[in-house]
């Protein structure tokens, strides 16, 4: 590791590659507990309200990686943090003993390949898929799952702790998205469950709000009937996570689970409903959608 690995942990110098939904969110916390931070986004309009408070913009994520002690990125798909990592301008080019931290949901066996490219380059990775959605970014309260090399971990913590108030080392290389795949899964059946229960609210004439209240502080309390059944009720279907994410989640989850011979029909069932609504054009708007699934509103 670089020798600022050991100075003070508000020394360090991160950068943060990928500001969409969460990544703006997950930044602007880094840049407030005043470290020195680089952006890069491939829409560059993203990182103006960062530069505006102090970040530096880059032009690469190779650039951001030249000179920093912690790079973490947080993209869409697989095929992105590929690109972002080991493509012609990826941060593994320039990377220098640096702690190299991918926050996307992605593939155990990507995370696995990653790592062992990064000691290649003098470099550790780790995979730290999140959960909590744009509200735990906003209010850094995310779930943090992490695999790889439990001491550089333990380095790059008061980082992580800044994003999330809930952050796990889950094991070796791969640990961390198999964490979040089993995240995922149960997301899948629970909020199929919070839009059904809705659509039997509105069907028996029930005030929705008032069935939120009554059953969200009782064994049905969750995140996804607390929160996003709030929306449904309001009509509110903006992402929070998208769809499309979400199908791609429930892809590389449905594959590992038929890869260890293990049968999920409700995660299975999820994928189907989803990507119905997909094909109806509703892939860019939040999980929370799938209760059109169930109600025409």
């Known amino acids: 590791m670089s020798a600022n690995m050991s100075a003070n942990p508000s020394d360090l110098r991160v950068g943060f590659v990928g500001l969409g939904i969460m990544g703006q969110a997950m930044a602007g916390h880094l840049l407030a507990a005043g470290h020195p931070l680089r952006i890069y986004n491939r829409t560059r309009a993203k990182g103006d309200a960062l530069v505006e408070r102090g970040a530096l913009w880059c032009d690469t994520p190779a650039e951001v990686a030249a000179s920093s002690d912690v790079v973490i990125t947080m993209v869409g798909f697989p095929s992105d943090v590929e690109q972002v990592w080991l493509g012609a301008e990826g941060i593994l080019k320039t990377a220098q003993q640096a702690v190299l931290i991918d926050m996307s949901t992605s593939s155990p066996a990507l995370a696995q390949r ?36 439990e001491a ?101 989850a449905l594959s590992e689970a038929e890869r260890m011979g293990l049968k999920l029909p409700g995660a299975a069932l999820a994928r189907q409903l989803y990507e119905q609504l997909a094909t109806r054009g509703l892939s860019r708007q939040g999980t929370q959608a799938l209760y059109c699934h169930y109600v025409q509103e």
């Open 114 to 149: 990653l790592a062992a490219e990064a000691l290649t380059r003098g470099c550790v990775a780790l995979d730290a898929p999140v959960s909590g959605g744009d509200v735990g970014a906003r209010d850094a309260k995310l779930s943090i799952m992490v695999g790889g090399d």
């Open 152 to 252: 550089a971990f333990n380095r790059v913590l008061p980082v992580l702790q800044l994003m999330g108030s809930n952050i796990a080392h889950a094991g070796a290389a791969g640990a961390g998205q198999h964490t979040k795949m089993c995240n995922q899964v149960v997301i899948a059946s629970t909020i199929m469950g919070v839009s059904e229960g809705l659509a039997y609210a509105k069907s028996a004439g029930l005030d929705p709000e008032r069935v939120l209240q009554t059953i969200g502080s009782g064994a049905a309390g969750s995140f996804q009937l607390n929160v996003l059944g709030a929306r449904i009720v309001k009509g509110d279907f903006a992402p929070g996570f998208f769809i499309e994410h979400f199908l791609k989640d429930l892809g590389i």
